[in-house]
């Protein structure tokens, strides 16, 4: 089996589709050049890009196999789909992403279920992908899990910085398939594999946690996207749905995992992306793992 990371009697790989950059003044748009100061030189150059002065963010999947399935999380940005304001997602046409699953010793039909954390487009975009002009799963024998309540929402999008661009070619064909389990944010698929609520950057957005003969992980989504936000659990992303809530979500979720063992496997920090949550005064640091896998 290439690569990956034993967690219990579990294995934990990651599918790369790829790394950009994000306008840091942009994308943190309430924190000035003085809250930046004291970061940016440890956040470069795998997290932070001077030159660009750009936040630097993977896109990609965990793959997880369980005793009893094979468990694909996030879906990041697809092929052929319309995301204009995206210039490197706006209608692709490469193979980058199917080859890093191929890589990893999996076709499409391997997968036998597929976990959304929210519907963000580069969470969602390879849910399904273009065949004679129609949108169908990508994954053809998977089971896809998604929030009932996310869903929900996006169906009307009451919110100004978001479309339902993303639901219409990435969720909406896959529930029309058939193919969908719309769940709640406290679900389990079984022993080894639960849903936990942390809200905040979409309406139900949710977290991924693993656990297996004593270890455990769990993949955070768009919980965080820097690591410097471990240090500022309080700074708020534009993408945040509900920044309020979207913080006080964070700083739980490194309260709870502080000084554990358990492995958080984030979305967009610097690869591998994954390590753990240590105390850093009253603030939190990440540290990443040692394997490079």
């Not at 240090?231 to 006080?248: C, G, K, M």
Request: hydrophobic residues 40%.
């Amino acid at each position: 089996m290439p690569g990956g990371r034993k967690v219990g009697g579990l294995v934990v790989q990651r599918a790369l589709e790829m790394v950009m950059p994000f306008d840091r003044k942009f994308f943190f748009p309430d924190n000035t050049d003085a809250d930046w100061a004291p970061h940016l030189g440890w956040l470069a150059p795998d997290a932070y890009d001077p030159k660009a002065d750009a936040l630097i963010f993977p896109m990609q999947s965990y793959v997880v196999r369980t005793s009893h399935h094979t468990v694909l999380i996030d879906t990041c940005v697809g092929n052929h789909k319309d995301r204009p304001t995206r210039p490197q997602w706006h209608q692709k046409t490469d193979r980058v992403y199917l080859d890093a699953i191929a890589a990893i010793g999996l076709g499409p039909e391997d997968i036998d279920y597929v976990f959304c954390t929210h519907l963000h487009g580069d969470h969602a975009g390879w849910n399904t992908k273009l065949e004679d002009g129609r949108w169908v799963p990508t994954f053809p024998k998977a089971r896809y899990v998604f929030s009932k309540k996310e869903v929900e929402t996006w169906r009307d999008v009451p919110h100004p910085k978001f479309t339902r661009a993303t639901l219409e070619d990435s969720v909406l064909p896959v529930i029309e398939a058939g193919r969908a389990v719309l769940v709640g944010n406290d679900w389990a698929l079984d022993d080894e594999v639960r849903l936990e609520a942390t809200p905040g950057h979409t309406p139900d957005h949710v977290a991924v946690r693993f656990d297996s003969k004593g270890a455990s992980a769990v993949m955070s989504g768009d919980l965080m996207h820097s690591p410097v936000q471990c240090l500022h659990p309080e700074w708020r992303p534009w993408p945040d749905w509900d920044p309020e809530v979207a913080a006080a979500t964070r700083r739980a979720f490194l309260e709870r995992y502080c000084e554990t063992s358990t492995l958080v496997c984030t979305a967009h920090f610097p690869l591998p992306s994954a390590g753990r949550i240590e105390r850093a005064g009253e603030a939190f640091r990440f540290v990443a793992d040692a394997e490079r896998w």
